[in-house]
């Protein structure tokens, strides 16, 4: 946004100037007349100028909304043009409802680029990487199709239900990832500086230690000495692991054996297939057509496996084939796939039957995480409280013993 200093007279004839803020010169003539202020002479203030562009050019392209905060501004943005408000002043809502600085900054770089003629996927596109492809290719069907309000709608509902996705499956997660993480390190530590100095009392003794004492001792003894070498190759392994992984070929070996690992593929396929069977129902229900949908809503696709699969689908379709019968060809995705689709190819509803698919795979992996959960606990709870058994096992046998051979 920048300032401009005015001349000019009212509808009176009185003579009036002033400073107003607006995103260009064309657009803050427009503004005034919508004032009934009639301009004589308008100029640009340089300081203020030069000042917008820095911040446009600190700012564009670095601001990152996630899903949750994304889905709200869309949500918000729609509602306003539903109720017939301007554009325009509908960035401005959005600018003064943001809490963060940066998001302000970015409504209001969008509202400048629209006051200027730009259209709202153009302006989008300005910000980088903040407005995924996806959401500016339904923003632009929107504007031609003069629903904007309506896509947003349908915008906001698929963002909302994939934050909704990902937060529930992050919340399945947390728990057995941070219960292990503390039960492993209160393992170490226990092994590593209380065992040795209770192991050196029973030395100590000169009795014959049984088994489990010595398998303790031993244990305790390697990882005192050489436990940070075992950290340093485990470093090791995992880097090399990863830039493996960055590899094409790397890439598709280990996203292929993520898939065959049992339970946990198929969340993984069930995952991958909920979102692109949602995205692909969505960009179609708001008019994108097939062939562009399906290229976007493979670039969605996060495991190389599936992502190559969905490309050759979508160059056999571009060849007149079957969508249904590709995508049961190809295996990768679960039947119920390739049957609703055939359904939707046969009935005209392909959008409709893609996002009942998506419903389904988020019913599965509500349930499937749900049993993993509750079965994950007590079997960790039990891993735990054997090893610690062993532990006070090992550390007390010597104990009685001795007390044995004193009575």
Known sequence: ?????????????????????????????????????????????????????????MHTGSVRLNTAELATSTRLLATLLEAGVPLDESLVYLAEQSEKGAHRRLFEQIRASVLQGISLHKAMEEQGKTFPQMYRHMVQVGESSGSLDKVLMRLADFLEE??????KTLAALAYPALMALVGTGVLLFLVTFVVPKVTRMLTDMGQTLPGPTRFLIATSDFLSAY?????????????????????????????????????????????ATARFSRTLG??????????????????????????????????????????????REAALFPPLMAQMTAIGERSGNI????????????????????????????????????????????????????SQGLG
């Open 1 to 57: 946004m920048a300032l401009f200093d005015y001349t000019g007279f009212d509808q009176k004839g009185k003579n009036t100037k002033g400073t107003i803020e607006a995103g260009g010169k064309r657009a803050a003539l427009e503004k005034l007349r919508r004032q009934d202020i009639y301009v004589s002479n308008i100029t640009e203030q340089r300081r203020r100028r030069s000042e917008s562009k820095l911040a446009q050019f």
């Open 162 to 167: 994939q934050a909704r996705l990902k937060s």
């Open 227 to 271: 436990g940070w070498i075992c950290l340093l190759l485990l470093g090791l392994g995992i880097a090399a692991l990863l830039r493996y992984r960055t590899t094409a070929k790397g890439r598709l070996k280990l996203d292929g054996l993520i898939l065959k690992v049992p339970l946990f593929g198929n969340i993984v396929r069930s995952i």
């Open 282 to 327: 969505t960009l179609l229900q708001s008019g994108v057509p097939l062939l562009q949908a399906l290229e976007i809503s493979n670039s969605l696709l996060q495991n190389s496996c599936l992502h190559q699969s969905m490309a050759r689908c979508s160059k056999a379709v571009r060849e007149g084939a079957s969508l249904a019968q590709q995508i």
């Open 351 to 402: 959008d409709t039957m893609l996002l009942k698919v998506a419903d389904n795979q988020e019913r599965e992996i509500d349930i499937t995480l749900g049993g993993l959960l509750s079965l994950l606990e007590p079997v960790m709870i039990l891993v735990m409280g054997t090893v610690i058994g062993f532990i006070v096992l090992a550390v007390l046998l010597p104990i009685f013993q001795a």
